[in-house]
């Protein structure tokens, strides 16, 4: 399609608002210094995303108010990727501080006919313009050929991939993202991509996003998180938190004592510490032990408190780049993903919050 005229991909992208302020492209100010290690791009059509998730912004019958047309309650500006690359080439003496601290670019299609060739040639004009690394987050459903497509974005230049699967059953799926909300995506679909992105990029360079809290219990969450590990791909978790105008506009977060537990599991497994079948559920599927004292479990680590910092990729140095500030909730005290190293009182905190529901 001639998209002359038309800010769309490949010629456009929407950035986070973080991103763009990184950029110097949007004024503003990052709560405790946490400025984005990752530069996240979103690609853009006019009409919009194919897909109906009862919980994105993006979804095509989403009902918002026009100063509520955000994704992940933000809005994302468009901006030709001719000026991004422009600024992301500027040499360091001359880039501005926030940029100097991009870590990784990642390039997010969304569920439109044009996105899969549209995103290798985002990939190759970034590649060709910029050392950083780059992720794509992929949608499946958009796949003719996964394999080939990894094989071409990897050629391109991009070094990782993620792939949404959100929802942590086949159930959850369907009522969240599939037939029964009108959408296209299909769970088995979700799970052969994944098992495509590894062959072709091996393992650990593929993540899966999910979300905690869309209705599932703790201990389905971490059978799908231990699934994830099984394919070889990391699992990478987010807070539900409600789009206003979507269908779950209405539905509460999980409580911080769901998400911390299972932040703690999604840890250990990512690392192989541990196994689903050694932790303890309720009849409910609430997680009750780990089998251990966590104190053992993660040592020096829950001291610092690294598994309750945001789990994205990695810049060149192997620390975190998508630390996605407050992706999760508004800045403010009660934080779900640190952006940044919880500090002591930080971690007093997040301590009686693992427990306490």
Partial sequence: MDNIGRLESPDYVQTSLAGAMALGLEPGSFYRNAYPGSLNLLMTYQEGCRANCSYCGLARE??????????????????KLSNIIEILMRPPQAAAAKVQRLGRICISMITHPEAADDCIEIVKRLSDATPLPISVLASPTMLQDA???????????ADRVGIAVDAATPELFSATRGQAVGGPHRWETYWESIEQAVKVFAKDYVSVHLI???????QAMVQTIQ??????????????CPEPGSLLSNHKPPSLGQYRRIQVAAYLLNRNQITADELCFDAHGKIISF????????????AAGQPF???????????????RPYGNERPGPVLRNYPFQPGDSDIQTIKGQIWDD
Avoid at 147 to 157: E, L, N, P, Q, T
Avoid at 227 to 235: D, M
Avoid at 291 to 302: F, I, P, R, S, T
Wanted: net charge neutral; proline share 4%.
């Fill in 62 to 79: 989403r009902h918002a108010a026009p100063d509520e047309n955000t994704f992940i309650r933000v809005k994302w500006p468009a901006y």
């Fill in 147 to 157: 394999s080939a497509f990894f094989r071409d974005i990897k050629s391109a230049g």
């Fill in 212 to 218: 905690v809290g869309l209705g599932e219990t703790e």
């Fill in 227 to 240: 699934k994830a590990n099984k394919y070889g791909a990391q699992a990478h978790l987010f807070s539900f």
């Fill in 291 to 302: 089998g251990k004292q966590l104190d053992a479990l993660l040592g020096d680590d829950l």
């Fill in 309 to 323: 910092m945001t789990s994205g990729c990695p810049n060149r140095e192997g620390c975190v780049a998508c630390n």
